[in-house]
């Protein structure tokens, strides 16, 4: 895929805005929805509201693409931690500092991290790694580097009909 050429700072603010603030374009489409599944517009937003406030919906997010943008340095890692007290949210709270970690899971295993990133280079992410590596609370990383992405989804499958 061919990156974009001429992002500008406009463009660029433009997309921030949209990444953190993408419940607006839900809600003028609430119309849509209602007039699609029968119900009435009230009862909709009531819904969504009750989503939101129970936690089901947990944000609105634009999928940008990663590639597109310059980010064509995706890697898996997989980390051992030093065992200690509280060790799991200590090197969690690291890892998801780096504005480049999208994906932090704390895993039972041989392994106690998996991370995912997205990185604009080779050397950003070996900024990152010289980061793990010079950490006292980290044993050991592997990386995996991801050669082509052939589904990225974070939605879930919901079933329509579920089993009784």
Do not use: C
Not at 34 to 50: G, L, M, V
Not at 139 to 158: C, D, F, G, N, P
């Amino acid at each position: 895929m061919n990156k974009i050429k001429n992002i500008d700072e406009i463009d660029l603010a433009i997309l921030e805005y949209l990444q953190s603030n993408i419940k607006w374009s839900v809600r003028l489409r609430l119309r849509e929805l209602a007039k699609k599944i029968r119900a009435p517009k009230s009862t909709i937003y009531y819904r969504f509201k009750k989503l939101e406030e129970h936690g089901i919906i947990k944000k609105y997010e634009v999928i940008l693409d990663s590639e597109k943008l310059g980010f064509e340095y995706i890697v898996v890692v997989l980390i051992r931690g030093k065992y200690g007290p509280k060790y799991h949210e200590e090197i969690g709270e690291l890892l998801s500092k780096n504005p480049y970690v999208q994906i932090v899971y704390y895993v039972l295993g041989d392994i106690d991290f998996i991370i995912i990133g997205k990185f604009p280079s080779k050397n950003k992410y070996m900024e990152f790694l010289e980061q793990l590596i010079n950490s006292s609370k980290i044993e050991r990383t592997s990386t995996i580097v991801v050669a082509k992405v052939i589904k990225e989804e974070m939605r879930l499958h919901l079933v329509q009909n579920p089993p009784k």
